[in-house]
């Protein structure tokens, strides 16, 4: 479910995600794409925003307002905080951050879960990342646990510039 392309800078890894892309979309496969920077492996899930803003893209508001009522408020609450799509959802007048930060983070970390694997269930999703070894600690957690699920159907296509051991083995 997992596939990292590495070498040396200008071998042509961005360009086989191009070919990739033509022809998964050409088989009607979702396919999305993310770059990741040097400037956001700090951030926690920059790189997950970052696939979740693309995958609400690819859908239209009422869809986003239907997956959004599968969350509940404490996670659209946090979501809302990382993904900009999810900024137009109304929250209830009461919502506030939960005491706690361990919490609101479980909170997140939850209603990404949710979103994933609801993303999983559906057809085969292409999620493609260039420079992967840029991508954020956190990020990375969430995208090991999803690729090992069972029953995902989110397959990873990532490039890097490093040779070696791959970022998601256990």
């Known amino acids: 479910k997992a596939v990292i392309i ?10 086989l995600l191009e070919e990739v ?3 998964t979309q050409a088989k009607g496969i979702k396919y999305i794409r993310i770059n990741s920077f040097e400037e956001d492996i700090d951030k926690p899930y920059a ?6 803003e693309e995958y609400l893209k690819s859908l239209g508001k009422e869809e986003i307002k239907l997956l959004s009522d599968t969350l ?33 983070r479980l909170n997140l970390i939850e209603g990404i879960l949710k979103i994933m694997g609801k993303i999983g269930q559906e ?41 070696g051991e791959c970022l998601l083995t256990g």
């Open 21 to 23: 892309q033509r022809d």
């Open 6 to 15: 590495s070498g040396s800078s200008g071998v042509g890894k961005t360009r």
């Open 123 to 163: 057809a085969t999703t292409v999620l493609a990342i260039d420079d992967f070894h840029w991508v954020d600690a956190a990020s990375l957690e969430i995208f090991y646990y999803i690729f090992r699920l069972k029953d995902s159907r989110v397959v990873l296509l990532a490039t890097a510039l490093m040779d």
């Open 72 to 104: 509940d408020k404490d996670q659209l609450y946090e979501l809302k905080n990382i993904v900009p799509a999810f900024k137009e959802i109304t929250l209830p007048q009461e919502t506030k951050p939960v005491d706690g930060l361990p919490q609101r």
């Open 47 to 52: 790189a997950l925003a970052g696939f979740l």
